[in-house]
């Protein structure tokens, strides 16, 4: 089955730039959705296809993928932006199973 | 918009079975367009996406968890539902239902809307 590997925190002062990767094999060819959680509440999509926002999503966040990396960036971060983020694609070699990352917690210092 | 509110017992005895049941409102289950799934967070860890159903009853599944799930739709109540058979006290999570629109020429969105989620423990 397909793996997302993203590493467990980022941290980042407030104001700068959080860059939170997802790896994966040939994840380029695939589409990247990111979803934000905030403790206690279900996860939220902030970027989808790659490089996407949904409407009422800050332009602060957008996305990039390429190759074996899949990026979610953060500009101008927030004491608000403090949350854990999921990187998320289709599996189209196992019937399109829902595949999740292990979840990057972003700490705003 | 779609609401999802999912229900059921939050005490589960070890080797019972798990049932929860999501409502759908402000859409109907049966639109033709949406996967309904559901999908797991254990205390402090990542999400794990258990499943999914399409109205017409077709049923994809973890294989990490295919021998103990079954999801299944009652249109007539706007429902779907999970049984997650002999559990054990690593299936304490939260359980969120959620839908995916699809589109036959694009394929799948991402997962656009999500229950609350229900906290469910297995414990004697």
Do not use: M
């Not at chain 2, 005490?11 to 859409?27: A, N, Y």
């Not at chain 2, 999914?52 to 249109?75: C, E, H």
Request: hydrophobic share 30%; charged share 15%.
């Amino acid at each position: 089955s397909y793996v997302l590997t993203q590493p467990p925190s980022v941290s980042v002062a407030p104001g700068q730039t959080a860059r939170i990767t997802c790896g994966g094999n040939n994840i380029g060819s695939k589409s990247v959705h990111w979803y934000q959680q905030k403790p206690g509440q279900a996860p939220v999509l902030v970027v989808y296809d790659d490089s996407d926002r949904p409407s009422g999503i800050p332009e602060r966040f957008s996305g990039s993928n390429s190759g074996n990396t899949a990026t979610l960036t953060i500009s101008r971060v927030e004491a608000g932006d403090e949350a854990d983020y999921y990187c998320q694609v289709w599996d189209s070699s196992s019937d399109h199973h829902v595949v999740f990352g292990g979840g990057t917690k972003l700490t705003v210092l | 918009q779609v609401q999802l509110q999912e229900s059921g017992p939050g005490l589960v005895k070890p080797s019972q079975t798990l049932s929860l049941t999501c409502t759908v409102s402000g859409g109907s289950i049966s639109s033709g367009s949406y996967y309904w799934s559901w999908i797991r967070q254990p205390a402090g860890k990542g999400l794990e996406w258990i499943g999914r159903i399409y109205t017409s009853g077709s049923t994809n599944y973890n294989p990490s968890l295919k021998s103990r799930v079954t999801i299944s739709v009652d249109t007539s109540k706007n429902q779907f539902s999970l049984k997650l058979s002999s559990v054990t006290a690593a299936d304490t999570a939260v359980y969120y239902c959620a839908s995916t629109y699809y589109d036959i020429l694009t394929g799948f969105y991402p997962i656009d809307y999500w229950g609350q989620g229900t906290l469910v423990t297995v414990s004697s």
